[in-house]
């Protein structure tokens, strides 16, 4: 089945760019000029994944990836015209699972775009135990069949966050895909090449330290005191790590 991209940018020669080269090489493409258009579209017939841009007149990207968050984990990939190492991690703080800047190579832009893909469908396809290595302890299961951040529980079916409410907590992709590497491995440290491998991350894909950014906003989220990790914890010394450390039931903190 071929896989159906949204594209959302107000710039229409642009959009219409990428739209024509995302179509020479097999996607569906709905391109839309305005987040509105695009929510407009949506709900008629839903993507298997975005590439937004991130500052338009309407609504900007962020205001499109909260939105497709409160019902989907499908990757989201931002357009900016910023540039440079510290806007990448402006960027990728803002939840998208991927960041390219302006002007893109389309090239890079198709890689990207089949390394989310590849991600995606490896996570529902390959079960955890058969991700492991022989370097990694064989996995081990926590006490309780759920698996708890915090105060929030892993949902495989649905790949998300709940509280004990049933209340979402949002999470990208590439979050969900490194909190199940944790839960299939509590207890075990892993390094940053571990968890990129584990993860199903193209290593072509990440700069250096993108894992320890991805760990902070993740703490922001599940620590019930993220300047004092107590959920997934920095082990230094022998090349370093982070460990998860699980518990039986939700941990607000102290």
């Not at 832009?109 to 135990?129: E, G």
């Not at 492991?132 to 929030?152: D, I, L, M, N």
């Amino acid at each position: 089945m071929t896989t159906r991209v949204a594209l959302v940018d107000d710039d229409d020669s642009l959009r219409e760019s990428i739209r024509g080269y995302l179509v020479d090489v097999g996607f569906d493409v709905d391109a839309y000029s305005s987040v509105k258009a695009f929510r407009e579209g949506v709900a008629k017939l839903a993507p298997d994944m975005v590439i937004t841009d991130l500052r338009m007149p309407d609504e900007d990207g962020l205001a499109l990836l909260s939105w497709v968050r409160t019902f989907s984990q499908m990757p989201v990939i931002m357009l900016t015209s910023i540039d440079g190492p510290t806007d990448r991690v402006v960027g990728l703080e803002l939840g998208a699972d991927d960041y390219l800047a302006k002007p893109c190579d389309m090239r890079e832009l198709l890689a990207r775009v089949r390394t989310q893909l590849r991600r995606l469908k490896n996570m529902a396809a390959v079960p955890a135990a058969e991700l492991g290595h022989a370097a990694v302890p064989a996995v081990q299961k926590t006490p309780s069949a759920e698996v708890w951040f915090g105060r929030w529980r892993l949902d495989r079916q649905r790949r998300r966050l709940v509280d004990a409410d049933g209340m979402d907590c949002p999470i990208t992709g590439a979050d969900y895909s490194l909190l199940a590497v944790f839960a299939d491995h509590p207890k075990v440290v892993l390094s940053r090449d571990k968890l990129i491998e584990l993860a199903g991350i193209d290593p072509a894909e990440v700069f250096d330290r993108a894992i320890d950014m991805r760990i902070t906003r993740l703490r922001k989220k599940i620590e019930p005191t993220p300047g004092d990790p107590t959920v997934i914890k920095t082990v230094r010394g022998h090349g370093g790590g982070y460990e998860y450390v699980p518990r039986e039931g939700p941990d607000y903190g102290r």
